[in-house]
Each structure stands twice: as C-alpha cells, then as structure tokens.
C-alpha cells in the first residue's frame, strides 16, 4: 500500500504518525484491493477549540473514499474520520457482493 501521510500547520510527533498508519492499516482488513492511502491532518488558527482536522482519502479500483471530521484533538478527528471510511468500504463491499 502506497502511503502519504501530511501535517498541515504543525508538526506531528512521530507517535501520532505511527498510530495513524496503523489504523488506517487496520482497514484492509474490511475491503482489500486498497492501493493506496492520504492522511492530511490540518490544524486551523483561529479562536474555536475545534480547530484539528484529519482527512482520509483510500485509493482503491473504480472510486476512492474519503471522509473527514473536525475536532479538539487529532486523535478523535482521526477516529472519526477512519470510522467514516470504515462504513463506505463496508457499503461498497455489500453493493459489490450483490452484484455477483
């Protein structure tokens, strides 16, 4: 799988960039053919509290999946985020399996 992984704003502690490629690892295991991933996590100034953003984009054959979400922490903007992710790469395998 081909990563990239982007902090806009900040820069990310290594712990937080190793946590995110093994979540979004973890996806593989709910839809396969995953060619690659895109993790933009964007930190905003401004006076709100949530100002972290973490995008996530899966490039897999016919259309790619992306989801995003807005929080007080990386962490939870992250799991949001995979979450969303998680239920389109669900979605998208029942469509594929009714197909057959």
Same mark, same amino acid.
């Given at each position: 799988?081909?990563?990239?992984?982007?902090?806009?704003?900040?820069?990310?502690? @290594?712990?937080? #960039?190793?946590?995110?490629? =093994?979540? %979004?690892?973890?996806?593989? !295991?709910?839809? &396969?053919?995953?060619?690659?991933?895109?993790?933009?996590?964007?930190?905003?100034?401004?006076?709100?509290?949530?100002?972290?953003?973490? @995008?996530?984009? #899966?490039?897999?054959?016919? =259309?790619? %999946?992306?989801?995003?979400? !807005?929080?007080? &922490?990386?962490?939870?903007?992250?799991?949001?985020?995979?979450?969303?992710?998680?239920?389109?790469?669900?979605?998208?395998?029942?469509?594929?399996?009714?197909?057959?």
């Amino acid at each position: 799988m081909k990563w990239d992984i982007q902090t806009v704003g900040f820069s990310a502690k @290594q712990e937080l #960039l190793d946590s995110t490629k =093994e979540r %979004v690892e973890g996806l593989s !295991k709910f839809y &396969s053919p995953i060619i690659g991933a895109e993790v933009y996590l964007r930190l905003e100034y401004d006076e709100q509290k949530e100002n972290k953003i973490a @995008q996530v984009k #899966l490039n897999i054959p016919g =259309e790619d %999946v992306f989801a995003e979400h !807005k929080s007080s &922490s990386f962490e939870h903007s992250l799991a949001e985020s995979i979450d969303k992710v998680r239920r389109q790469l669900l979605r998208k395998k029942e469509i594929e399996r009714s197909v057959r």
